[in-house]
């Protein structure tokens, strides 16, 4: 096929996904929510966030960015990969900072970046885990009571690999509540256990519950913005997971209109972003009422709750129970989060794309492995891909370089037949059969290409670990734009190349010949904000097809002057 017609091609298909995911993102139908089972005692959320029906004589809960805050105790973990910080009212995590991914690229002038801070009890970016148990007949430490901790810092010491810290709550009749959070090294979940030690002469009933508070972030706002900034077209709210419906996600601006209110047994409960998720992962056996609330609907920002809340609990007096459940806060690691809890893979959503994006990250993954730099793995998977295209490809450049050699005379034909377009395709396509021309036969390999292009797209937008990733020279981090547009001109003169080697359309008048001229350089401009590993790609891809067309073009040329010198 011409490079006309593969230019055409592409940029149907390119803005037909632009376009689709502008609506997807805006406008695309969520799952209906289930009705909760009766089988617990959960209830939507109160306005300041607390569980209804507890009768706990806790204080009130906590307003981000209030005296009554700042007056909590703080007590800080720290592993090899995380730093959290657990406020004492409720035993809640309010900080969290991933010590090995930067806030920023690391660079001479700044090697040692800030890391990034996912969870945050700072008003602009609030974000917390909170956890507690509730009771209708007596009291229980919800996330507002105060508990007591030994002392405000604990650290996983060197050739240790577990780190444990109890947090205890106990009222004047003897009931008593243990938190115990359990780090391990090298990873990034956290363990949290609540024990009920029951001290008073009546039996104690109530749930355990786990939920997550934030804002919404701050998004860009203008068409420019959202296109150039990656992290403009990935997910931000609240996501689910059940074994029946799989993954369900309900962004911030859906929360009033379609609240969840569904009981799961063997499911999970998240808040994603860009990159990186938090998600209370209750144990597997129990049947737990998830539920999504507003809280302050009417300010200027309200804050977005989704809870778990567990069956009901009875501990007779004199005995004890555990509750047991998990907070998972962390990159989405690909390939790794399933072994942790089942479809906690599914939060690296590629939408539609996923049948193609997930084999290529795997194949990425394994190739990256062997040359330990994501761009020459990038690299690499080009060169598989025209290897195992070449056969196709090689049809497409033997019928453009004949219908180039044609050139002349389909050019007779337009001047004889002049405006008669219909004539003038009879015409060609009698001389197509003739010579043994298929003008389709690129059509194939570029309709191969294209999921490829937009697949990788998606893995290089959401793809944790190409964030930051450096190639080589000038190019520090693959999932950013090239810095200097080095790429985007390459790009460019690999596709005038291209086009000057390819035959010009039959048929097309002036105007429309100038346009395809130009379509190159418009697409090197869009190009300048891709990311640097998908204009790698690109590159790479049109450099090795005009390689391959200019070697079938000059093999066809030689053959037909043999061919004229043995005649």
């Not at 806030?103 to 969870?119: C, G, M, N, Q």
């Not at 290529?360 to 080009?382: D, E, F, M, Q």
């Not at 049109?542 to 093999?555: D, K, M, P």
Request: glycine share 6%; aromatic share 10%; net charge neutral.
């Amino acid at each position: 096929m011409n490079q006309t017609r593969t230019f055409l091609i592409f940029a149907l298909l390119a803005v037909a996904y632009m376009l689709f995911m502008a609506w997807e993102k805006d406008y695309a139908p969520q799952p209906a929510a289930a009705v909760a089972s009766s089988s617990t005692s959960a209830t939507p959320a109160s306005a300041d966030g607390s569980v209804p029906g507890a009768t706990t004589a806790a204080a009130p809960a906590a307003v981000p960015g209030t005296a009554q805050e700042a007056s909590a105790q703080l007590i800080t973990l720290t592993t090899d990969l995380l730093r959290l910080t657990i406020d004492t009212r409720g035993g809640s995590v309010v900080r969290s900072e991933l010590l090995s991914y930067p806030s920023v690229p690391r660079t001479k002038k700044d090697p040692d970046p800030a890391p990034v801070r996912l969870l945050d009890d700072d008003r602009a970016q609030y974000f917390v885990a909170q956890s507690g148990l509730v009771s209708n007949q007596g009291e229980a430490p919800d996330h507002r009571a105060v508990f007591q901790a030994a002392q405000t810092s604990y650290a996983l010491a060197q050739g240790q690999d577990e780190l444990k810290v109890d947090l205890t709550w106990q009222d004047a009749a003897g009931l008593k509540v243990t938190k115990t959070y359990t780090l391990k090294r090298g990873s990034y979940v956290v363990a949290l256990d609540q024990k009920i030690d029951n001290g008073t002469p009546t039996a104690w009933q109530g749930n355990a519950y786990e939920q997550l508070q934030r804002v919404a972030p701050a998004q860009q706002h203008t068409w420019w913005q959202n296109f150039s900034d990656p992290s403009s077209h990935s997910f931000y709210g609240a996501a689910w997971y059940s074994p029946e419906d799989k993954l369900s996600t309900l962004p911030f601006a859906d929360f009033a209109k379609k609240p969840l209110n569904q009981t799961i047994t063997g499911g999970w409960a998240s808040m994603l972003q860009h990159y990186f998720f938090v998600a209370w992962i209750p144990a597997a056996q129990d049947a737990n009422a998830y539920t999504t609330s507003v809280i302050n609907p009417d300010t200027a920002q309200p804050i977005y709750l989704v809870r778990a809340v567990g069956p009901s609990l009875n501990v007779a007096p004199g005995q004890s129970l555990t509750t047991a459940s998990r907070l998972y806060i962390g990159p989405k690691l690909q390939g790794t989060l399933d072994a942790v809890a089942p479809g906690l893979d599914l939060t690296t959503n590629y939408g539609w794309l996923t049948v193609v994006s997930q084999p290529l990250h795997w194949l990425l993954s394994k190739l990256h492995g062997l040359t330990g730099n994501w761009g020459v793995a990038i690299i690499l998977l080009v060169l598989g891909l025209k290897a195992a295209l070449w056969k196709l490809t090689a049809a497409q450049f033997r019928s453009g370089a004949k219908m180039r050699k044609l050139q002349p005379r389909v050019n007779a034909l337009k001047e004889r037949y002049g405006d008669d377009k219909v004539k003038m395709q009879q015409a060609m396509m009698e001389l197509y059969k003739k010579e043994k021309v298929n003008p389709m036969s690129g059509c194939l390999p570029a309709l191969v290409t294209m999921p490829v292009f937009f697949g990788l797209y998606r893995v290089l937008m959401e793809s944790v670990e190409l964030r930051h990733s450096p190639f080589f020279g000038w190019i520090h981090d693959l999932s950013a734009p090239d810095p200097f547009f080095v790429l985007p001109v390459l790009y460019v003169l690999v596709m005038l190349a291209t086009q000057w080697l390819s035959p010009s359309a039959a048929g097309m008048d002036p105007a429309q010949q100038k346009m395809m001229k130009v379509m190159p350089v418009l697409f090197g401009v869009m190009f300048f904000f891709f990311p640097a590993g998908l204009v790698l790609y690109w590159v790479v891809n049109g450099a090795t097809s005009l390689a391959q067309q200019w070697l079938i073009t000059r093999s066809v040329e030689r053959a037909e002057e043999k061919a004229k010198a043995a005649a």
